[in-house]
């Protein structure tokens, strides 16, 4: 189940300027020419110029394509998808993507931007990342209501 940014809030992030929290969101920036890049460098990762400036990135895309995750060290559950994400802006990231019940994932499908809690069984304290969630298109009347 996806953590609300509530329930996260006292982790610490996986790594310091990735995201924000409220409104949650990813960090980038973007290049004099409009180059996006993700996540946050010195540089423009599409045509090197170091004249950027930080933006908010999309808080959703497209999954370009995914894989089901088997193996993983101790601690850590399996299986769980990880998959490459489009975001509008033009950058292609590698996350875990949050199934949805009842939909199977699938390239092309929409997903959102999630808070996730990366966690390795309890050898190390939990951390705060993020996720995309496979949008649901059309929604279950019951589950608007719990929203
Ligand atoms: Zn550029």
């Known amino acids: 189940m996806t953590p ?12 310091e300027g990735v995201f924000d929290l409220d409104p949650f ?10 180059h ?5 460098r010195t540089f423009c990762g599409t045509c090197k110029s170091e004249l950027v400036e930080p ?10 394509t995914f894989t089901v995750v088997r193996q993983a060290p101790p601690g850590v559950s399996v299986p769980y998808l990880l998959g490459y994400v489009d975001l509008p802006e033009g950058c292609r990231l590698m996350a875990r ?21 990366f966690s390795d069984g309890g050898s190390s304290a939990d951390r705060l990342g993020f996720a995309f969630a496979i949008r649901n298109e059309h929604p279950d009347p019951k589950e608007r209501h719990d929203a």
């Open 4 to 15: 609300s940014v509530d329930d996260v809030a006292e982790l610490e992030p996986f790594r």
């Open 25 to 34: 969101g990813l960090r980038g920036v973007r290049c004099a020419v409009g």
């Open 36 to 40: 996006y890049t993700f996540p946050v």
């Open 55 to 64: 933006v908010p990135l999309s808080g959703g895309g497209v999954l370009h």
């Open 97 to 117: 993507i949050e199934p949805r019940p009842g939909v199977e994932p699938a390239i092309g499908a929409p997903v959102d931007l999630v808070p996730a809690i």
